[in-house]
Structures are given as structure tokens and as C-alpha cells.
């Protein structure tokens, strides 16, 4: 398990902890201030450093077999110009995460190749090997490629990374989208955690 804190009583640092729950288990590891949200996918985490305070931030990973982060993006840009690294998921060999590096249009979806191969396969943003998403622009439904009926989590996010909507659903079932004329994110996961799935589409 990593986990990531703060000591602002005495230090003021921050650290990744690898750790299996117990004290002496527990390898800590300096990383630069003010951190961003975790994502994991196999022996690797991925989190972002530096993104407040006119740092300049940085993307890493940590390997869970190793006991130090590494670098993957430095960004030269102060993170006085831009207000957020989000990091959202793994897919093949690409980290997805939102930022406003660009501040003329918000918060928009990013990628890097990380270089780190995962057992995901590397989905495109239209069709997985496992979901497919379909849509005539109003009503949209999620489909296996068996065309088996099955319980989804579904969670849908705007171009600027705000939540829209999270909700329990099934495939072959049309849901809507309350925004219109919007480039959406849709997630969808089973509700046995087994498959995952990650598109981009239109609303009308």
C-alpha cells in the first residue's frame, strides 16, 4: 500500500509511505510538496507533485517492488498559471489526467505515455475489447460485446473535469446526458470491478 502525507507541525514535508499496515513495514520516502490524488494500476502508482504554491510540478510513479518515486513529466510551467493536475486512470500505457495548462479553455484531458506496460489493454476512446459505447446524441446505452445484460457504475465528466453525474446502470440500458452541445467523459466499470471502460462522446 502507498500512501501519501503531510507533516505540518514540525517539517512542513511531504512523503510516500510503502507500507503493509504495520509500523515497522513502512518505508518512507520524501516527495515534493503538495501532492495530488493517487491512481494505481498493477505494482505501479501514479500522483502529481508541486501543483499549488508557484511549484513547478511533476508527474511520478512509484514502483511498489522499489522504495523510490520517479519522475515521468516535469512541467515548466508555475503552478501559479494553472490551478490543478488530476490524474484519472491507466489505460495501456498512457496516464490520463486533467489540467488547464491552457487557461483559455478550462480544464481539459491530457495523456502521457508512461512507457510502463500494464496488464490493461489500451483501449481507444470509442470502444474497448470488453464495452462499447452508442449513442445518437441524445440517448446513450453501453454495450458488451457478448451482448450479455450486466450491472455498471457509470460516471460522467465534462471537459473541465467536474463531476456531472455517477450512477448504477445496466448494459443495453439507455441513459441521458443533462448537458447539451458538450464533449463528455463517460467511465463505466462493472459492479464486479472485472472490467473497465473509458469514452469520449458528444451530447446533443
Do not use: C
Amino acid at each position: 500500500m502507498l500512501l501519501l502525507t503531510s507533516d505540518f507541525n514540525t517539517s512542513f514535508k511531504d512523503y510516500a509511505l510503502l507500507t503493509d499496515g504495520t509500523k515497522a513495514g513502512t518505508i518512507a520516502t520524501k516527495v515534493p510538496s503538495y501532492t495530488s490524488s493517487l491512481v494505481q494500476k498493477d505494482q505501479h502508482v501514479f500522483f502529481a507533485s508541486g501543483i499549488t504554491n508557484g511549484y513547478e510540478p511533476s508527474i511520478y510513479y512509484f514502483d511498489m517492488a522499489k522504495t523510490a518515486p520517479v519522475v515521468i513529466k516535469a512541467f515548466t510551467e508555475s503552478s501559479n498559471n494553472f490551478t490543478s493536475i488530476i490524474p484519472i486512470g491507466i489505460i495501456g500505457t498512457k496516464l490520463y489526467y486533467f489540467s488547464n495548462l491552457d487557461t483559455k479553455y478550462g480544464r481539459e484531458l491530457y495523456y502521457i505515455e508512461t512507457g510502463i506496460k500494464t496488464q490493461t489493454n489500451d483501449y481507444d476512446l470509442s470502444s474497448n475489447d470488453y464495452y462499447t459505447l452508442n449513442s445518437n446524441g441524445t440517448n446513450f446505452t453501453i454495450q458488451t460485446n457478448s451482448n450479455e445484460t450486466e450491472q455498471i457504475n457509470i460516471t460522467l465528466i465534462d471537459i473541465n473535469g467536474r463531476l456531472i453525474n455517477k450512477f448504477d446502470s445496466r448494459t443495453n440500458e439507455a441513459f441521458s446526458i443533462p448537458l447539451k452541445n458538450q464533449v463528455v467523459f463517460v467511465s463505466v466499470e462493472s459492479s464486479q470491478k472485472t472490467n473497465k471502460g473509458f469514452f469520449k462522446t458528444i451530447s446533443f
